[in-house]
């Protein structure tokens, strides 16, 4: 599964990027208002720091804008993926998009129908939103699951992209689903590597080293 850092935060992704953690970028509005930075400076730096694909979301709703914005953002980098919200204009512009080439991910997908629309539509990504659906008591994974299976059964390209990853435990379940792609919030993909038994088992492994009084290097 490829880790996408959902943030225009540019030191998270330096600094996850470093790691050799990253396979991609995502960002959206909410992403570039918290940034406090202007759309098109901060998302240069992004492409500059990552290979991947760095999403950049469209502002406009009709298709018409969508295309010009989505020509404006391309040139930015050649690692650019358009972001288009699942509508009938969003499906409209995925299609014109990859059409000359150009990668597009379709966000806010809250349904395996909608997937199914965008996979048609020619998408590259598809953005089932986790987090949002388990905040209104459904169960996210359950529609993670629900794409798999409809993107295998007619063997669609189209990569399936985990968003709202709010927990761990959504980065685990989406692994085990086989989503290609989990985009994650920096503190959580930080918290991967954390657990209890490795922390004690480290110290132990320290205090006895020192008993033995030796060095190594
Ligand atoms: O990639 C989409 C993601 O940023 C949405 O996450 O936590 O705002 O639902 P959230």
């Not at 240069?44 to 694909?53: S, Y």
């Not at 990668?103 to 590259?124: D, H, R």
């Not at 939103?129 to 905040?135: E, Q, S, V, Y």
């Not at 685990?172 to 689903?177: E, G, N, R, T, V």
Request: glycine content about 6%; aromatic content about 6%; some cysteine.
């Amino acid at each position: 599964m490829k880790f996408f850092v959902d943030t225009a935060d540019t030191s998270e992704i330096s600094e996850l990027n470093a790691l050799g953690l990253l396979d991609g970028v995502t960002t959206n509005p909410s992403l570039i208002l918290k940034s406090g930075r202007d759309i098109m400076e901060v998302t240069k730096e992004i492409c500059g720091i990552v290979d991947g694909p760095v999403s950049a979301e469209v502002a406009a709703t009709e298709y018409e804008q969508m295309m010009r914005e989505a020509d404006v953002l391309s040139k930015i980098a050649d690692n650019i993926c358009i972001k288009v919200p699942l509508t009938f204009d969003g499906l409209k512009a995925c299609k014109a998009i990859t059409g000359d080439g150009r990668m597009v991910n379709v966000t806010l997908c809250f349904s395996a129908n909608q997937a199914l629309l965008a996979a048609k539509a020619g998408a590259t990504f598809i953005s089932p939103f986790i987090g949002r659906i388990d905040d209104t008591g459904d169960d996210g994974m359950e529609l993670i699951a629900e794409i798999r299976t409809v993107y295998d059964n007619y063997d669609f390209a189209t990569e399936l992209l985990a968003a709202s990853i709010r927990t761990v435990n959504h980065v685990k379940q989406s692994a085990l689903i086989g989503a290609d792609v989990a985009t994650v919030p920096p503190a959580i993909l930080k918290q991967l590597v954390k657990h209890p038994l490795t922390d004690k088992g480290l110290d132990a492994f320290l205090a006895d080293w020192a008993k033995t009084g030796q060095k190594i290097a």
